[in-house]
């Protein structure tokens, strides 16, 4: 059983909003007077995993769990704990800011965790207090880090968004922070959402960020076997490991797409830049079977539309599920 769009690709991946909410405020992500969903709409843990059940049975293999920020929600261990368990999903990640992970590695790990993405926007205290709208310091997601690695979390990635004047002065910090610290860092583009116009003051394009590292990184990216991956990877010139550039502005990817977006409400987004989708809430809360979402799974698919508007969506990271 598989899912193809209307163009082809195969959709294999999901990600899961567990929350909407998190414990920063990031500049970028939190636009002021954002607004939480009500309680009363957000999906049980139940709800979820009858969800992440007839994904896989309809051809999904790859699910990543993000938010806000997963940690913050109750329990999460608990619910990974249980998501791995469903029968035929071949990678479980989570993507966290890594305030919480220092306290948390350990139990995510045991919980069948496979994979930690981390987002780090600068390694300066006052800036990431400025970044982040938040009194936490960046020692204490890098804490988090090396206890993921600790923990036997192989390859964690370290996403990095650009933001001109902000902390684009920090790429060669972080080229070497990745070796140091053995992790893989990526740059992403700054993305416009809801047709503000913020982004065009912080955005650097990849081109520009590829010039400011091009004294450590070979100028050719390497081929990776993760076709689907947005990231293009670069190899350090000074021995092994690679730097990322995720490029959905100037280069889009979507005819790589592999993937559709569950908001924490249960809403079905069938693309970051489009409001398109179903709501799943609705359709399990008639009928409460895996066949019924498996089905819903098919209709989705074929909503995807060949590329994103990029800004079209009407909704921040934080209510997709970034
Ligand atoms: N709280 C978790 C975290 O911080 O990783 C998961 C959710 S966060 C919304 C997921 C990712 O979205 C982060 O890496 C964040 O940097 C990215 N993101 C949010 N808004 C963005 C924007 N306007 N442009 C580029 N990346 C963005």
């Not at 009928?287 to 498996?294: E, L, P, R, W, Y």
């Not at 990029?310 to 970034?322: E, I, L, R, T, W």
Request: some cysteine; proline content about 4%.
């Amino acid at each position: 059983m598989s899912l193809t769009d209307k163009y082809n690709r195969r959709i294999d991946y999901l990600r899961i909003s567990v929350t909407d909410r998190c414990n920063l405020r990031c500049m970028y992500c939190a636009p002021s007077g954002f607004q939480h969903f009500p309680r009363f709409q957000l999906l049980s843990y139940n709800d979820i995993l009858l969800i992440a059940q007839g994904f896989v049975e309809a051809g999904g293999k790859k699910i990543r769990i993000t938010g806000g920020e997963p940690l913050v929600r109750k329990d999460l261990e608990y619910f990974i704990q249980r998501l791995s368990a469903i029968h035929g999903i071949e990678d479980l990640s989570i993507t966290t800011n890594g305030t919480l992970l220092k306290e948390r590695a350990s139990a995510l790990k045991k919980a069948g965790l496979k994979r930690i993405n981390v987002s780090l926007d600068t390694l300066d205290s006052a800036r990431f207090k400025k970044i982040t709208r938040s009194c936490v310091s960046p020692e204490t997601v890098i804490a988090g880090i090396r206890e993921a690695k600790i923990q036997g979390f192989k390859t964690i990635k370290v996403n990095v968004v650009v933001m001109k004047d902000i902390n684009d002065g920090e790429l060669m910090d972080f080229v070497k922070f990745g070796t140091t610290e053995d992790v893989t860092v990526r740059f992403i583009e700054y993305m416009p959402f809801d047709n503000r116009e913020q982004w065009k003051r912080y955005y650097v394009p990849a081109g520009e960020i590829l010039t400011r590292i091009n004294n450590s990184v070979r100028q050719e990216p390497a081929d990776f076997p993760g076709g689907h991956s947005p990231a293009r990877y670069y190899p350090l010139l000074s021995g092994p490991g690679q730097v990322g550039i995720i490029s959905p502005v100037s280069h889009g990817f979507c005819s790589r797409c592999n993937r559709l977006r569950l908001n924490s409400n249960g809403f079905l987004q069938t693309c970051l830049h489009s409001d398109q989708g179903m709501d799943l809430r609705q359709i399990i809360r008639e009928n409460f079977s895996v066949q019924a979402v498996k089905e819903a799974f098919q209709k989705a698919v074929m909503l995807k539309g060949i590329r994103g508007n990029m800004g079209g969506a009407h909704k921040y990271m934080y209510q997709v599920g970034g």
